[in-house]
């Protein structure tokens, strides 16, 4: 006879087990099991059957009082955690030449003083030539070589300034003078000093007034002979976790004192301070992995051979440190630190007197640094060392690209770009092939992810990165 499967069994836990007939029963049972070679274990908690036969009900599972005994089977070994491997980024591609496109020139002039890639496209700052004179705008592109205007900032605002912060663009202002203020005393920001920001190029909220950076005038008797010093505003970047900072100049008499300002989310800004920095001048600042680098000079005043070049790094953008700097003859480090880009694997930056000089760049004497922290020379004799590398240079905290051309004969005309170089670290310069020359005159070129796009006085080019 077939036992039911609910109600006998729920009932079984009542019975007088010492009864000989519920014995009998027993005894029957097991060896009826025994004998087809089956044993039945009740397990607490057993998993669901795999074989496609319902489980059981839970009121037909009998809860033993004490722990059952394990199966004589063989346990399966349980295999040893796989520990998480991190695959390692494959290293960018090197580039071995430029594929320039065909010019497009604009129906209108157009000078661009930014660019920024965004997404598909690209984002710039700069102005138009209008009859009524420059005017400031804000310019997007498809492609780096056609340019439409995609904001009106509005009369008397000039955004010269454009970094990326996490999904947003923000764009800064800087106005190229300042009003006439007496010998020596500190005026605030102008009026005209803004913020804005846009999540796609092409739509722009003012954020507000700039955060007041003193503007200050000369005193008298500074030497002539020595490069002017731009005081307010000089540039910003974009760092690790979203973090802004941005640099500048004002006078204090016959000192410097530098702005610098950090924010986390280019609403709410602070005044951090430089150690070590008497009367500096701060020429640039990029952001790395690691954080901020900012390069220039200490001991500017009306003698220009008293500037020393120096520099600062910091990992937040409010703790700085002041960089080591190599020694070098008296000739050779008096002076300031101007130009600075930043590849993936090291910085270089440029070095001259501040005494102005006929022809030439303004900045010609390279130093590099694996993380801002250490500089040394290597000069324009290296021969690792390109030597247009401290003239028309760019870099996109990636690789480094410098642009020029070869030297002509005295009398003849400019030759145009004939050459590149491409680095990852300021170190070691690969030459790139050039599939065409450029002859429309330099006004600026930017590295973006694959390639450069070229702005000369007329036209713009784009040149795609050959890489192997």
């Known amino acids: 006879m077939s036992t039911p499967t609910t109600g006998p069994l729920r009932q079984s836990t009542v019975l007088n087990i010492h009864s000989p007939a519920v014995i009998s029963v027993i005894v029957v049972a097991v060896v009826a099991l025994v004998v087809l ?3 039945f274990v009740p397990r607490f908690g057993s998993a669901p059957s795999t074989s496609g036969e319902p489980s059981l009900s839970p009121t037909a599972t009998l809860t033993p009082t004490v722990e059952p005994t394990p199966s004589a089977s063989p346990a399966t070994p349980t295999a040893a955690p796989t520990a998480t491997v991190v695959p390692t980024p494959a290293p960018p591609a090197s580039w071995t030449g430029l594929a320039w496109s065909e010019p497009v020139t604009p129906a209108f002039t157009v000078h661009l003083d930014d660019v920024e890639p965004w997404r598909d496209s690209y984002v ?19 492609d780096g070589l056609n340019w439409t205007v995609a904001y009106d900032p509005g009369t008397d605002h000039w955004p010269r300034h454009l970094v990326v912060r996490d999904d947003e663009l923000l ?47 000369r005193s008298a008797g500074w030497d002539e002979t020595q490069y002017p010093i731009h ?3 000089i540039d910003v970047a974009s760092g690790p976790g979203g ?37 500096p001048i701060l020429n640039a600042i990029v952001a790395t992995d690691g954080g901020y680098v900012v390069v220039g000079a200490v001991d500017i005043g009306p003698d220009p051979a008293t500037a020393v070049p120096a520099a600062w790094h910091s ?3 409010v703790t700085w440190t002041r960089a080591t700097v190599e020694e070098q003859p008296d000739a050779l480090t008096r002076g300031e630190f101007g130009r600075l880009e930043a590849g993936m694997a090291g910085l270089v930056t440029c070095f001259d007197s501040r005494e102005m000089k006929a022809g030439g760049w303004r900045f010609d004497d390279p130093w590099i640094s694996a993380d801002g922290s250490n500089w040394r020379r290597v000069g324009t004799s290296d021969p690792d060392h390109p030597r247009i590398a401290c003239g028309w240079m760019d870099g996109d905290g990636e690789r480094i690209i410098a642009i020029g051309a070869r030297q002509a004969p005295t009398g003849q005309p400019w030759p145009g770009v004939t050459e590149a170089w491409s680095s990852f670290d300021g170190v ?6 050039l599939s ?7 006004e600026a070129f930017w590295v973006v992810p694959d390639g450069v796009i070229y702005a000369g006085v007329q036209s713009f080019w784009f040149g795609t990165a050959l890489m192997r």
């Not at 710039?124 to 498809?142: H, K, N, Q």
């Not at 065409?436 to 330099?442: C, E, G, I, N």
């Open 171 to 217: 764009a800064f202002s800087q106005r190229d003078s300042f009003p006439e203020v007496s010998p020596g005393s500190i005026v605030g920001a102008p009026p005209d000093t803004y913020i804005w920001r846009s999540t796609d190029g092409v739509h722009w909220s003012l954020l507000g007034d700039w955060p007041t950076i003193p503007v200050g005038s």
């Open 315 to 317: 990992a937040d953008g």
């Open 124 to 142: 710039a700052v700069g102005m138009l030539e209008t009859d009524a004179g420059p005017a400031a705008r804000i310019f997007s592109s498809p």
């Open 243 to 279: 973090g802004l900072v941005a640099i500048g100049n004002t006078f204090a008499g016959d000192e410097l004192a530098p702005s610098l300002l950090y924010s986390p989310d280019g609403v709410t800004w602070a005044v951090e301070y430089l150690p070590d920095a008497p009367s």
């Open 231 to 233: 005081p307010g505003l």
């Open 436 to 442: 065409d020359v450029l002859t429309d005159s330099f």
């Open 37 to 39: 070679g089956f044993i």
């Open 428 to 433: 070691t310069w690969t030459p790139l092939t």
